[in-house]
């Protein structure tokens, strides 16, 4: 089968015709297939704002501006990969424990088609289940998780399964590896002192926006690699990481992060990395007015594709 | 107690102070209170577009515009009644089921203290355990419910409690009485050709909003009128019933709909029938850029307690 | 001097040039000009929603949709009329009287040099300076008053200038003759039973939304033409006399209101009256993102102008 | 080939999925398929506002809310249809005569498959190509036009192919009879007196908005069905024919046009009519910032859709 | 009494209940409270874009958001201190000098009460009155004023109380003492060359954002705090300061201004200054579509509170 | 003739008037003007977003909040310079090259009158039709280009005349010295390794935004001003070379771009260069619902006006 490849814009306009991201083919039979954009439409455990289950599609639509060469990491997306839209996964809104098992299950197979995911989504509720799939293949794994929050809160309202609590669960059930995972971009208002404490007590190590600014992205591209080295590992990336000025569309938004340059910087750093998935979550459309969020959340899906074929030596 | 009432806008500007509806003393202490507005912002309930849960914080920014006469009905609010914003009642987002709990038993109270209570959803779920509060005190109510969709569809995606299905489960919990209700203003394409005659099967009476048109307000609410008698009556107005163009921030919106000048006609129309309460549900604030919905959703509420004071021949 | 006319669109794209109303020539030479469209950018009046400094602008920018033969009164504005974009008065924001006077002047000078105004809002409050100007060459008035609101309160927070209550002071000051006069469109809540006695008290008639919904606008003009008669009159649009679907970007919208093609056919059939003066108030851009509300002021605007030229026989 | 249907929006959530129409399948395969959705997304041909390039894709969006009966009509468009989403036509944005070429090409290809065309514009300038294309097939066919503007304008800016000018190109280039065809719903304001003679000496029969809303829907439809008989007709529908409040985002848009019911009703007027092809134009996404009138096209569509499946008495 | 706090946002959800800041409690008894929220809806003083009448209510809305441990500055509200939302004061919306007695008279309360009040405006008008109450309990303070203009204008129209003029006002007036005062974030264009000259002739020390942005967020903090000392200071933080990206809600915006993180790390440099109170001002929620102007300003107000809390040692 | 000045916002508020760039005075007699304010409302180039033909009106609305004295370069406008607002060039919407011929033409006026034109877009494309009138007057220029992109791109859908092409057009046209011209802010995804090599091969230096980022403005403006020299230099301004944050409202948005406070550093730091003309583009009102994007094209334009009277010693 020959490489799944993006339309060329300079012969068919980027608005023409049906919305996958980047206007690659749309299939699910992923035989050959490099990476794979995978939809996660699902925002039931957002604690504040909701919406995210238009995150996927006005990611797509923002995604029909990327050209296929990314001079940033060196890589013609079109000479170097096979690369495809799969859709989205099947959801249950309302029901946080059924979409998990959905979640789990149709990653999976996509997983076992042996293609890179990178997931669209959805609330950051939506990480966990996509960890335990990871688990299945691949073991434990290292989390590089960019974000204003630690999301390790214990609970929210008595109940365990939110968007701001999937990282302690996933070292509580044994899916991620946080003695070599890094949690950065943390800011903003705590509900108590220790609440960072308590994600540094779980094993992760935290990188603050604060030290991002004062010492810069390259140091903090050092730290990270340094801490992940050659470990399998899935980076997900909230939108909220960035400041409101350039993501206004997030559930939970904080003032104060970093620039969409800085953000953007920081993944091209990550090149050469072992990453089995990434993930791109907490866009939610209905408060994005100029589109600049769901924008920013394709640019960032591009280079997380991008990164699955750094060091490719040879296009097809 | 004296009674509670509205602050005078012509003494103090309607844009100052902390958001109540019509800036009425918030209290949960309901002695001697005639009616009580009750936030419901629950919207887990929704298939399609979320973002209820916002709905009662904007009906009561845009109630700040209303004055406390109401020409329509002739009635004098700070005049004739004792009414308050009792709060909102708690919710657990992501968990319709435990949501349930906590506002029947949160309604339970406001009806214990023998206040008619006038509900800012939230989605259209909410409906459900409100009648199953009010059922507790007033047996098996009828209903008038004014909407664009019967709601009265098995499940969605397998589950029972959604915004799409209340009205079934309302009759199979034997919380109304469907022979003596009706539902009106219905419209739009639908499932299946058995709809519209699934919700007849269940015994309540409907009116498509094509019969509403052509035969006019003062014809259905004569029809109403007569189905619903001497009955105790709760009424649901979901904000779809009118067209989008009057209020594009609902969840489901359906083209072809009343005017808002048809739709307040349409309440004004049943003075002196026998309320025990009233909701008017899925105002979403973030497809509402204009704040005609919420203005609307206000308006709805204004027109309900102004019900509630029909025929009280003194003033305090 | 030859007449002034608006643009041809059809030569020259509608969208260039500096914006002037119809994209006519700006002039303060009133030399021969039959009718002129004068800003007025105040708002300091207004008890609630404010912007409407910004009205004159965005009508201006609607207004070069329009094209010059007005259909419905067979009127051909390039043909009939010498017609101007006066520019706007000039006003002190925040301070009310200060602009009562510089308005009144203002509008003399448009008055003196023989010209027809039809002025751009600003808030209701310009009203008042508008008719002492008229009132210093023609005397009192007949007032032809378009409004969801009478505006004769007595006063807000004790001042007795704000847009509430110019129609009281026009008569307290002997400008218009309220027993020649009608208001038309009232709806909505009101402080108290007697509000709208007390503008009958006045000596204004009174037709409201419900009487023009209900026996239709025929029989409105009907009303109108036999109490105007052969009156000078000046009318008054306020935006909100339309339902806030139709104008959501007004100062006060009170849902029920009359569509635009209601309010459209109300003007049109004040053919022949004897009009010295009109105003269309209270858009505000702010509240107008879709632009509807400037777009309904321009066509407001434009009938007004094509009223002037009415029974004009003779094409220049 | 089994028959293709609209994906189950109580199985599998509406926002889940690639966005196609009603989430149809998406195939330029032909084959046995009754009727297919085509987008033209062309906007060069626009004289004022710009952005209907997008329009396609923002009516797929709004499509996920439609249901397949349609109750009006007493369709299931799951049952007695196949039915396809075909994409984009290829245009090149700036370059009006290439489009054309590609648009006429496009669609021949869809014709010569037996399907019938419902055709999402793109500015009203793509009438003319698709017109070409069904004359090649189908000869002169009769014109159902329903727009607020004739669009028989000779020319604009000394061009002949704009979006105002596409119903006199039409009948010079005998590819409709115009004799046979009605135009309705014209209003507004004109460039000259004789405007609307000049389309009725091009043969056509015009319905004045004005005619519509005096003599009522039924009316129109009688007069329409009369003068189209049993010809082959083509629909088109320029969003502007309803009004600003009910679709904000059209082009030119003019106040005082039919509701959305009215428009809807007079569509669902025409069953029995020998179709052969509708386009639905002038959907400019950027000034449609609550999604209204992308809503209001795609039910237009649908409604379309089910024209085209009325009278097939036998389900698959 | 005991402390008042915030509420619970993982007790109770977030967007449950009435708006107040931080869902604090809302009391005008002000025992035993250590700092007070208090709003100034007032935006008649503002010479460009009005609105700030409803910046209080939008920054209660943003405010939902914020969780009480501030780990910049060490600092757990829900701990240290006792705070209340106090609710609005009263105002005369198009009556600058009546609202400035009412404010003043306002604000004394608070501090009579010995309450540290957080203002939230409001134009900037309202800080001239904010320092004649302060004068009166603190005599001549020290001013921090954080802001694109310097706002010493002599007068505008003629006129002398705007938002242009308060601290040219408030030199005059005795109330603070300029020499130990510091305008930090000035930029933009100007009326004239002198115009910066004239607040240093007025005693100021002015910091452009020039300088702010060459050397450094950490040297303004070090020139500010040499300059205010142990002086009683008030800080005024005109939103403008930032970029227009970051705050777009504003007056009068200016381009090339702080990012958000810039202007917080600002702030939060000041601990252990003498500050006798606050105001956050120019948040126009018409202008802010996104809400990340009343986002941003609501995390002012936050640092503002901490501060007041710095260097308490104990919890209660 | 005395010299023509923005009108005194301190004497007639800003909001007043007729919406001229500054409310400077509309004139096309050009008669010892030094610079002349020039609107190109042309956007048929556009490969993507469309709208820029409302830019120059939405620049000069922004405008009105200038003031005539810039502290960055020390130049008082209304001292130093005769400066008007000539309107804007006729164009034909929908026809590329019509629209140069006419655009070059209504230029040459400008440029034979001696007037500095500072060009108000449009789309990028219209930049070539100014190059070619520069080129009659003044040879080949110099391009000091402020871009994301390169725009040197061959064709787009095999037309050599859109947005994306004209910087090749130029160097093949001989309209640019290539060698002396620099290009800067270059970033985000190409369609191929060669396309910025092919830029290079042209003649043109190169800057890439994550150069300017790396190295710093001054290092920016240093290599600029070394390259241009003393040659006549034309600046060509593409909005989107700044980030989405900071101008959403531009055609191809690439995230991860400059801030406005260093896109305007950059512009200050070329005082002194022999500029023959501006231009500012890709400002697109319809996506700017802040209007931060054409506040800040209205900056840049005011920049480039100041650079026209730097090193003028002598006021009127």
Redesign the interface.
């Known amino acids: 089968m020959s490489p799944l490849k993006p339309q060329?814009?300079?012969?068919?306009?980027?608005?023409?015709?049906?919305?996958?991201f980047m206007r690659l083919p749309?299939t699910t039979d992923l035989k050959g297939v490099d990476a794979a954009l995978v939809?996660v439409?699902f925002?039931?455990?957002?604690?504040?704002?909701?919406?995210a289950?238009?995150g996927p599609?006005a990611i797509?639509?923002a995604s029909i501006?990327?050209?296929?060469?990314?001079?940033?990491l060196?890589v013609?997306l079109s000479q170097l990969c096979s690369i495809c839209?799969y859709?989205?996964?099947?959801?249950?809104?309302?029901?946080?424990e059924?979409s998990y098992s959905l979640i789990a299950a149709g990653l999976g197979k996509v997983l076992d088609a042996g293609a890179v995911p990178v997931l669209l989504g959805g609330d950051h509720s939506v990480t966990l289940p996509e960890l335990r799939a990871l688990h299945r293949i691949h073991g434990k794994v290292a989390l590089l998780h960019l974000d204003a929050h630690s999301d390790t809160?214990d609970?929210?309202?008595?109940?365990p399964?939110?968007h701001g609590t999937p990282f302690r669960r996933a070292v509580e059930e044994g899916l991620v590896n946080p003695f070599g995972s890094v949690q950065a971009g943390l800011r903003?208002?705590?509900?108590?002192?220790n609440?960072?404490q308590e994600a540094r007590d779980l094993g992760y190590t935290l990188v603050t926006?604060?030290e991002m600014?004062e010492k810069g992205i390259p140091w903090t591209v050092q730290v990270i690699r340094e801490k992940i080295g050659t470990q399998k590992v899935f980076c997900s990336f909230d939108l909220d990481v960035v400041?409101?000025?350039?993501a206004?569309?997030t559930s939970?938004?904080e003032?104060?992060?970093l620039?969409?340059?800085e953000a953007?910087?920081l993944i091209r750093g990550f090149g050469g990395l072992n990453f089995v998935g990434f993930d791109v979550v907490e866009c939610l459309p209905?408060?994005?007015?100029?589109?600049?969020t769901s924008?920013?959340a394709a640019?960032v899906a591009?280079e997380f594709l991008s990164l699955t074929a750094v060091g490719r030596g040879e296009s097809f």
């Not at 859709?87 to 946080?96: A, I, M, S």
């Not at 609970?155 to 109940?159: K, R, V």
């Not at 209905?286 to 600049?292: A, E, N």
Request: charged content about 20%; glycine content about 14%; aromatic content about 14%.
């Open positions: 060329d814009s300079q012969a068919v306009p980027r608005f023409c015709g049906i919305r996958t749309h939809g439409p925002d039931t455990g957002s604690t504040f704002r909701v919406g289950r238009f599609a797509r639509d501006l990327l050209r296929p060469y990314n001079p940033s060196d013609d839209d859709g989205d996964l099947d959801v249950v809104p309302g029901f946080t059924d809160w609970q929210y309202f008595g109940h399964y939110t903003g208002p705590l509900y108590g002192k609440d960072l926006c604060r600014q400041d409101p000025a350039y206004p569309g939970v938004p003032p104060g992060g620039s969409s340059g953007l910087e209905p408060y994005d007015p100029t589109g600049i924008l920013l640019h591009y």
